[in-house]
């Protein structure tokens, strides 16, 4: 087991964020609080895709335990809207409110793009979407207005001190906490690549 399947996160607890208020607005949606789609937008590395599927995974087994549909997609992969709408239709029968998960929504081909908007102004109440984007300015203003907009940074090293430790200790590694957050510094703020630094010091 690497580092990063060490500390992947399960709930909207286990994740870190820069800013406070981003904190508290994704837990408040993840947890139903507030009801409201969301973009998560920052530059790559920051963490967007997981907690995107955290948001949704929670939403969604929240109102049903049993739900098992698929509901994350990655924007290039997305050749046709049929996948989605499909999906959607699945979801409706099993979730009031079904959120899905659009990464690297910026990489979706235009034609798909065209559909999903199309159908968004219709159903924008009917299902809750998370995307991430590294280009705020490839969602239309239309799609914007009916989401949360949240500013994703890389968290300070520190927040992945006590993971970085706790990995470590299960490889039978003994290493100094100010080691260790010298490593998680120079990593810079790419989340990618901080998990490779502990990863490396596991060896």
């Not at 967007?48 to 698929?70: C, G, I, Y």
């Not at 908007?117 to 984007?133: D, E, K, R, Y």
Request: hydrophobic share 45%; with cysteine; glycine share 4%.
């Amino acid at each position: 087991m690497n580092f990063e399947e060490f500390c992947r996160p399960q709930t909207s607890a286990d994740l870190h964020f820069a800013d406070q208020l981003v904190a508290s607005q994704f837990t408040n949606i993840a947890t139903g609080k507030l009801d409201s789609g969301v973009v998560l937008v920052g530059p790559p590395g920051t963490g967007k895709s997981a907690a995107a599927k955290v948001l949704a995974e929670q939403r969604n087994q929240h109102a049903n335990p049993l739900f098992q549909v698929p509901y994350v997609f990655e924007g290039k992969l997305l050749t046709s809207f049929t996948e989605i709408e499909n999906t959607l239709n699945a979801l409706l029968g099993s979730v009031a409110v079904p959120f899905i998960v659009i990464n690297e929504f910026d990489q979706i081909p235009l034609s798909t793009l065209n559909s999903l908007q199309a159908f968004w102004n219709v159903h924008s109440h009917h299902c809750g979407l998370v995307l991430t984007t590294n280009k705020l300015s490839a969602i239309s203003a239309a799609m914007r207005s009916r989401l949360l907009v949240l500013d994703v940074q890389c968290p300070p090293s520190s927040c992945l001190l006590p993971a970085a430790q706790a990995f470590l200790k299960s490889r039978g590694k003994s290493i100094h906490d100010a080691k260790v957050l010298n490593v998680l510094a120079a990593a810079g703020n790419d989340m990618r690549t901080r998990i490779f630094a502990i990863d490396q010091l596991a060896i």
